[in-house]
């Protein structure tokens, strides 16, 4: 039985991950943070399994990773976790850099520190990010990095220092350099989850409008549950290499939001450009969806496209198993349900408030 350790096992590719592996009869391991707010929604129903424990660990104390490596020794170590949202790396730059940076190399001293060098395999999550204002399309392992944002800066020194301890050291630490991968799990505050949850709310009526940032945006979305196959195949290669991680295919905010909008009931026709475009509901005549410069970065990338040629090629991973289409539709279909239940919630609430209030029950 193989030992798995995973940081940030607690968000959508940590979820997904567990799961995988576990399938695999590995033995799996994940480091959360101390907090008095429970974030474990994702893996509560792992809680229990005899092959799936957790430990408190954080990525900006070496000691507590120093720990947690030396404890478990595992064969394989997927470093997901990050301050993984570019927006507010723009708000906490010094924290995205700690983390999403020197985070990077505290694992790595860790498992040198322990004497795993030479067995213990590490993926690095990185992203497509890395190419910021993209000097070529599509991108692939080559293409030049041009980082535009402080996450963006950040996660470029993990993928440097990853690259340094594999040829300094000879141990076998790779980057998958992902493009966007999204779910029904993806946190509420990505775009792509904020569009599926506002086209649901608008839907049963619990939302008015939805306010976006640029829709002309281009972006790969591929499917989270899909990619973590690919993490591991990456760690089962003959040779430690970095990897695209990506679909091959590209859609704008706007196709988006028109998918995820049509798949809850409502066709939408798009006006305007810029940030007077908006998002009207053919049916009604009303505007759904507006554009607020609230949501533009002080500087955007615009224009990720990936190449997943290789891992096609030398992991035999298949990058379109989910279609664009697909991950709208399970997306969708996820937070209509979400959605209807808690309006039926609500609506238990009110009627309980009415029979007390009415003396029917006490």
Aim: proline share 3%.
């Amino acid at each position: 039985m193989k030992t798995a350790l995973i940081t940030g096992i607690t968000g959508q590719d940590g979820s997904y991950l567990s799961e995988f592996l576990l399938g695999k009869g590995y033995d799996v391991h994940g480091t959360i943070r101390r907090s008095s707010v429970d974030y474990r929604e994702r893996i509560a129903h792992l809680e229990g399994h005899p092959h799936f424990h957790l430990h408190y660990a954080d990525l900006g104390d070496s000691m507590s990773l120093l720990q947690v490596v030396g404890k478990v020794r595992p064969d394989e170590i997927y470093n997901l976790a990050a301050q993984s949202h570019v927006q507010v790396s723009f708000d906490a730059p010094e924290f995205t850099a700690d983390v999403d940076a020197t985070g990077v190399l505290r694992i790595l001293e860790a498992v040198r520190q322990c004497g795993l060098a030479a067995t213990c395999r590490i993926y690095q999550a990185s992203t497509s990010e890395l190419y910021g204002k993209v000097e070529q399309v599509p991108q692939n392992e080559s293409t030049p990095f041009h980082p535009y944002s402080p996450y963006a800066v950040a996660k470029l020194y993990g993928y440097w220092i990853v690259k340094e301890y594999r040829e300094a050291y000879g141990m076998f630490c790779c980057s998958g350099i992902l493009f966007n991968h999204e779910s029904e799990r993806r946190g509420e505050t990505f775009v792509t989850r904020k569009i599926t949850l506002a086209a649901a709310r608008i839907a049963q009526g619990k939302q008015d409008k939805l306010y976006l940032g640029n829709l002309s945006s281009r972006r790969d979305w591929g499917y989270a549950k899909d990619y973590v196959e690919c993490m591991w195949l990456i760690l089962q290669n003959e040779r430690p290499e970095d990897f695209v991680i990506a679909t091959g295919e590209q859609h704008t905010v706007r196709e988006f939001c028109r998918l995820a909008f049509r798949y809850a009931g409502i066709e939408l026709r798009f006006e305007g450009e810029g940030v007077h475009e908006k998002g009207i509901d053919c049916a009604t005549g009303r505007v759904l969806v507006e554009v607020s410069e609230d949501f533009y970065r002080p500087t955007d990338v615009v224009n990720l496209w990936g190449d997943p040629t290789k891992a096609q090629r030398e992991l035999g991973w298949n990058p379109t198993k989910t279609s664009f289409e697909q991950l709208v539709r399970l997306m969708v279909d996820a937070d209509m349900a979400k959605v209807a239940v808690e309006r039926a919630g609500e609506e238990v609430r009110t009627n309980l408030a009415e029979y007390l209030e009415k003396g029917i029950v006490k």
